[in-house]
């Protein structure tokens, strides 16, 4: 049983910086693809950030490139979403997400490829 914690979410203003963490337990999978998603009232549920663990490449839309950071920790099997220069419309509940891969490439950019989700963390931004 796979099992995705996401912590750190909270309330700042317009500028501010927030650190989310995933903790995942219950699998070990060698390539896998770490992936952080965010949904708004209302609107779909969009992937911001994304990397794949062998070798850390990383992807990014162009709404948060530059103020957003993915990394991981695999010895804690946890990885984690830095976001800078918070803007009001980064408002959100942002769920983690991750899928083992076959083969060593780039990440899928859609929410129906993942199959493992943590239960997500309010990020809430201020003007």
């Known amino acids: 049983q796979v099992g995705l914690v996401e912590s750190g979410g909270g309330s700042v203003q317009t500028g501010g910086s927030l650190r989310l963490s995933c903790a995942a337990s219950?699998?070990?999978?060698?390539?896998?693809?770490m992936d952080w998603f965010r949904q708004a009232p209302g609107k779909e549920r969009e992937g911001v950030a994304s990397i794949f663990s062998a070798g850390g490449v990383t992807y990014y839309p162009t709404s948060v490139n530059g103020r957003f950071t993915i990394s991981q920790d695999n010895a804690k099997n946890t990885w984690y979403l830095q976001m800078n220069n918070l803007k009001p419309e980064d408002t959100a509940m942002y769920y983690c997400a991750v899928v083992q891969r076959d083969v060593i490439g780039s990440c899928p950019i859609g929410r129906s490829a993942y199959n493992y989700w943590g239960q997500g963390t309010q990020v809430t931004v201020s003007s």
């Open positions: 219950g699998y070990i999978f060698s390539w896998k693809c």
